[in-house]
């Protein structure tokens, strides 16, 4: 079956520290692969998406994304946090073959100290 | 936009109530699914419906759980009897349609604690 593993449970940086999240998965099929957030007190929302094209996805805030087919990887990153940066990251993965279904990683959280 | 509404947002029930949930997709998303997140782990799709079909209800535990999607619009998830492991935020999404690669979009989410 398929999965998700996100290797970091908590990552705790300073304002201005560069930031990369592990994502791997197990399908070895065609994939399209999410980042959801969940601020503090909202819902998941959708970060960026890789689709097809490009490996390198850039969404919204600054966050960038790489598809790694080969390591099976889609590692999330950002230069510079901001305290407002602070949430629950969420990698999610979609089979090709599964239509719309995502399988979701454990999550990250991310804070961001001032 | 208005965005995918969920009630309640919180529920405390003893184990063996019962207990609904209701969710109101984004207006002209045809696929809705309901997802169950226990506390440290990821979202887990329960079901997900096209219309007022279900598309997929593989990881659903019948003997205790239903759903239904009456007129193709908005849902409800059952719970009966609710057991303590089923203490978990509950998350409703929507989507325009079910291809891969669809953006789901998600709810707020109503948070059950079974005592």
């Known amino acids: 079956a398929q999965s998700v593993s996100q290797h970091n449970h908590h990552v705790i940086l300073s304002e201005a520290a560069s930031l990369e999240l592990g994502c791997n998965y197990s399908?070895?099929?065609?994939?399209?692969l999410f980042w959801y957030v969940q601020y503090p007190g909202q819902h998941l929302q959708l970060l960026l998406k890789?689709?097809?094209?490009?490996?390198l996805v850039k969404g919204i805030k600054g966050f960038e994304a790489e598809f790694i087919k080969s390591k099976f990887s889609f590692n999330l990153r950002k230069p510079s946090v901001q305290w407002s940066d602070t949430a629950e990251y969420f990698c999610a993965v979609n089979e090709e073959t599964s239509g719309s279904r995502l399988t979701f990683g454990e999550g990250t959280q991310l804070t961001v100290n001032p | 936009e208005a965005g995918v509404a969920q009630s309640p947002r919180y529920k405390i029930i003893e184990k063996r109530q019962s207990v609904a949930f209701w969710c109101n997709p984004i207006s002209g998303h045809a696929t809705l699914y309901w997802y169950q997140q226990i506390l440290g782990q990821g979202p887990k799709l329960l079901i997900q419906?096209?219309?007022?079909?279900?598309?997929?209800d593989s990881q659903l535990p019948k003997d205790r759980f239903s759903a239904e999607r009456l007129k193709g619009v908005d849902s409800t998830l059952k719970i009966q009897p609710a057991k303590l492991e089923d203490s978990a935020v509950y998350l409703c999404?929507?989507?325009?349609?079910?291809?891969?690669?669809?953006?789901?979009?998600f709810g707020p989410g109503t948070r059950l604690l079974v005592l």
């Open positions: 999404a929507s989507s325009f349609g079910s291809p891969p690669g669809e953006t789901q979009y």
């Open positions: 419906f096209q219309n007022n079909g279900v598309v997929d």
């Open positions: 890789y689709f097809s094209g490009d490996p």
């Open positions: 399908y070895g099929g065609t994939v399209n």
